[in-house]
């Protein structure tokens, strides 16, 4: 659904030869404070939306999966807060574009299953690793022109998230022993003690 609103929204500006880059986030004014909640649906073109739309579609899809019970969450407060912390420290330019909700699921997503260390997460991890490791180097300032600051404010808000969400949904459970009646032929010590039949004292009894 995110993904549709944003090709939607872009397609609205081509249709109507509109420019939204301005409603982007624009450090530290007021005025660019409205940023922080639009920033994630605006792109400045076909190939930078485009590039956006498979992580977002891959990893979007991970966390419904995988994490139903905290989806909306992460993805409601993760954008807030990936757009106000963005806005706390980047530079003065217009901020816009989906990759830091991009960055938000990446690190979510990764941390989350180490966190957990349950196995089908930490190989959904592994996975996730695999296929966007290469965009950690884009949270630095390596490429003009790219709000590195977003990249960089969605990968430390989903590695918070991951931590604060660490015991929703699937968590590994911890293995409980059960008592067997084999168990009982043993005492404290793990010394074999089988313990004696009231019959057997009876005769013992009445022998005596």
């Known amino acids: 659904m995110y993904v549709f609103i944003i090709w939607f929204i872009y397609w609205i500006e081509i249709k109507f030869e509109?420019?939204?880059?301005?409603l982007g986030v624009y450090p530290r004014t007021l005025e660019g404070f409205k940023g922080v909640f639009l920033t994630h649906f605006i792109h400045s073109n076909t190939s930078h939306l485009f590039n956006n739309s498979i992580p977002l579609f891959v990893l979007l899809s991970c966390l419904f999966y995988f994490y139903k019970n905290v989806a909306y969450k992460v993805l409601t407060l993760g954008g807030f807060f990936t757009g106000f912390l963005t806005w706390v420290i980047a530079r003065e330019s217009f901020h816009i574009g989906a990759s830091g909700i991009v960055y938000?699921?990446?690190?979510?997503?990764?941390?989350?299953g180490i966190i957990r260390k349950h196995y089908r997460l930490v190989a959904l991890s592994l996975?996730?690793?695999?296929?966007y490791g290469s965009m950690i180097w884009y949270v630095f300032p390596i490429k003009e022109g790219m709000s590195w600051e977003g990249h960089l404010s969605g990968f430390l808000i989903g590695l918070l998230l991951s931590i604060l969400y660490r015991k929703k949904g699937i968590v590994k459970k911890?293995?409980?022993?059960?008592?067997?009646?084999?168990d009982l032929l043993f005492d404290e010590n793990g010394n074999f003690a089988p313990p004696?039949?009231?019959?057997?004292?009876?005769?013992?009894?009445?022998?005596?």
């Open 18 to 22: 509109l420019n939204f880059n301005k």
């Open 196 to 208: 004696i039949l009231e019959e057997k004292m009876d005769k013992e009894q009445n022998f005596d």
């Open 174 to 182: 911890e293995h409980q022993f059960i008592e067997t009646e084999f």
């Open 104 to 112: 938000l699921l990446f690190s979510f997503i990764f941390f989350s």
């Open 127 to 131: 996975i996730i690793i695999f296929l």
